[in-house]
Structure formats: C-alpha cells, structure tokens
C-alpha cells in the first residue's frame, strides 16, 4: 500500500526505467514483413505524409480489415517527421508504450485494490511475457489508441490485462 503521494513519481520513474531497459534494443530494429508493407512501406496514401487527400483516405478506408483513422495518421505523422527511416518509428513506439503503462499504472493507482494486483499488473503491461510490445511491427501506433477504456475499472480491468493479456 503506497504511504505517501510521494511514492507515486518514483513508481512512474521505476516503470519508465523498466520499459526502456525491456526494449532497448527497438531503436535498432528494421522494418518487418509482417505488415509494415501494408502499414507504412508499400502504402502509398501513407508514403507521402500527411496531406488532405491522405487524412481523407484515413477516415474513410477499411484497409488492412480495420477502421483506425488515428493510426494510419499516426503512421503519415512519422513519414513526414523520420521518411522511412524504421529506426524512429520504433522509438515513436517505444513513446507510445511508456505513455501507455504510464496512463495504466495511474488507473490503477486511483482505484481502491491491493497492491499486490497493483503490481502485477503495472509489471505484466511494461515489461510481462505475451505482452505484444513496440518491436513487434511499425503498427505499435495502434496501441495509443485503446490505451484507456472508461468503461473496464478497478478488478475488471486488471483482470482483463492480466487474463486476456491486452495489449496496453
């Protein structure tokens, strides 16, 4: 049980450490074949950045069997600022990840449960095994977008992180 608010900068800090050491080596990471082709190398709407036509094309495409706007400008967002160098797409991701446990940890530590469930969780979203993580592909992006879900609170949501392991 955490005795001081105090605590709580250094859980965020120990979390961030965590994540970092976990996928340090992502900066050094290629595109895959998995689907980066489909998601940022042979996209074409994607390729050039992020224009008028291209976020048109992201709220209205059903590619790669999904409807995720976010992400396909997300992925135009990193064209724009690295060009199709995979090396910062990964560390993009890799931001993304942190923010995620970041915004996971603070969920669970503004909700009345033990702490032993706080640190299970907090550990299976940095760093756990099956937990999908930045250096799985390019389409990490995706992962911003279901970060938080209002509706899954307290038990319920460490239940389906830890059970189902959710990718957060």
């Given at each position: 049980?955490?005795?001081?608010?105090?605590?709580i900068?250094a859980?965020?800090?120990?979390l961030?450490?965590?994540?970092?050491?976990?996928?340090?080596?992502?900066?050094?990471?290629?595109?895959?074949?998995?689907?980066?082709?489909?998601?940022?190398?042979?996209?074409?709407?994607?390729?050039?950045?992020?224009?008028?036509?291209?976020?048109?094309?992201?709220?209205?495409?059903?590619?790669?069997?999904?409807?995720h706007?976010?992400?396909?400008?997300?992925?135009?967002l990193?064209v724009?600022?690295?060009?199709?160098?995979?090396?910062?797409?990964?560390?993009?991701?890799?931001?993304?990840?942190?923010?995620?446990?970041?915004?996971?940890?603070?969920?669970?530590?503004?909700?009345?449960?033990t702490?032993?469930?706080?640190?299970?969780?907090?550990?299976?979203?940095?760093a756990?095994?099956?937990?999908?993580?930045?250096?799985?592909?390019?389409?990490?992006?995706?992962?911003l977008?279901?970060?938080?879900?209002?509706?899954?609170?307290?038990?319920?949501?460490?239940?389906?992180?830890?059970?189902?392991?959710?990718v957060?």
């Open positions: 049980m955490l005795r001081t608010e105090k605590q900068p859980i965020y800090l120990f961030t450490v965590t994540v970092i050491v976990a996928f340090r080596q992502v900066y050094q990471c290629n595109f895959i074949n998995l689907d980066d082709p489909e998601y940022v190398t042979g996209n074409i709407h994607v390729r050039h950045g992020v224009t008028m036509e291209a976020i048109r094309w992201a709220f209205t495409s059903f590619d790669a069997a999904n409807w706007p976010l992400t396909w400008m997300s992925h135009m990193d724009q600022l690295y060009g199709l160098n995979p090396h910062w797409h990964h560390l993009t991701n890799l931001l993304f990840h942190i923010a995620n446990v970041l915004l996971l940890t603070q969920s669970v530590l503004n909700d009345p449960i702490a032993c469930t706080r640190r299970r969780c907090s550990r299976t979203a940095s756990g095994p099956g937990i999908q993580g930045p250096a799985d592909g390019i389409n990490g992006n995706a992962i977008k279901a970060v938080r879900r209002p509706r899954l609170k307290g038990r319920r949501m460490i239940e389906t992180v830890v059970d189902r392991q959710l957060f």
